[in-house]
C-alpha cells in the first residue's frame, strides 16, 4: 500500500507515467515556453540548457497558397522560401517545423547551412531584419504517419501544434510558421494579468 501511495504521489507531480498493458516510465522533462519572450528554437533550448539541433528536411522557393501570399502581400508570382526542419533537443525529436520566409527579404538564403545556424541569426545578421514580436496561435492535433516516424512519438500521443507569424520592427511580416511539438515533451506557459477596473462609488450624503 506505501507503494501504491508512493507511485501514485510521484505521477501526481509529473515525474512518472503509468500506462495501462505498458508499465511505469520515469517521465520526461517538458520544455516549458515563456510567452513573453520572442525566441528562436535554438535560443529557447539554450536558455533552457539544452543542445539544440536541427536536420533540414526540405528547403525550396514556391509559388505560395493564397492565405500565405497575402499575409507576406506579395504579387502573384512572387516566391517564398520554405523550410522544413526537424528540431532536437539533445539528440532526441522534439517538433517538426516549416517555416515559410518571403524571398524579397532575403534573396539567396538557399546558401547558408540552416541546420547548424539560427534562421533567426541568419536574418538578423546578413539581412538587417530587426525581428520584433509575433503572435501564437496553439492547439492540439492528432499527428499523421509522417509526423509521427520522424518524431519518434509513441502510440496514442497527441502532438501541440504552433501556428506564429512574426514581424519585423517596421511592421512587415517576415515567417510564417508551424511547428508541431511531442505533446509528451513540450508545454506552453501564458502569464495572465487582470485589467484593473474603476470602482464608482455613491457620493457620501
Known amino acids: 500500500m506505501t507503494l501504491r501511495q508512493a507511485m501514485s504521489l510521484l505521477e501526481r507531480e509529473g515525474l512518472i507515467n503509468s500506462r495501462r498493458g505498458v508499465g511505469t ?22 536558455a533552457r540548457g539544452g543542445r539544440p539541433e536541427s536536420r533540414l528536411i526540405s528547403l525550396e522557393l514556391a509559388i505560395p497558397a493564397p492565405s500565405v501570399r497575402d499575409f507576406f502581400q506579395l504579387r502573384e508570382q512572387q516566391k517564398v522560401y520554405e523550410i522544413q526542419r526537424l528540431r532536437l533537443n539533445d539528440g532526441e525529436p522534439l517538433a517538426l517545423e516549416l517555416a515559410r520566409i518571403p524571398e524579397r527579404l532575403c534573396p539567396g538564403l538557399e546558401r547558408f547551412d540552416l541546420a ?20 501564437e496561435e496553439i492547439s492540439a492535433e492528432i499527428p499523421s504517419s509522417r509526423q509521427r516516424n520522424l518524431l519518434s512519438l ?52
Open 116 to 135: 547548424k545556424a539560427s534562421l533567426f541569426e541568419v536574418l538578423e545578421q546578413s539581412y538587417g531584419l530587426t525581428l520584433e514580436a509575433c503572435t
Open 25 to 46: 516510465m520515469v517521465a520526461h522533462n517538458r520544455l516549458r515556453k515563456q510567452h513573453q519572450e520572442m525566441r528562436s528554437f535554438s535560443e529557447e533550448i539554450r
Open 154 to 205: 509513441p502510440t496514442r500521443m497527441a502532438v501541440l501544434v504552433v501556428d506564429r507569424k512574426s514581424y519585423a520592427d517596421d511592421g512587415r511580416p517576415f515567417e510564417l510558421t508551424r511547428s508541431v511539438y511531442r505533446g509528451d515533451r513540450y508545454s506552453s506557459i501564458v502569464h495572465s494579468v487582470r485589467e484593473k477596473k474603476s470602482i464608482l462609488r455613491a457620493p457620501s450624503s
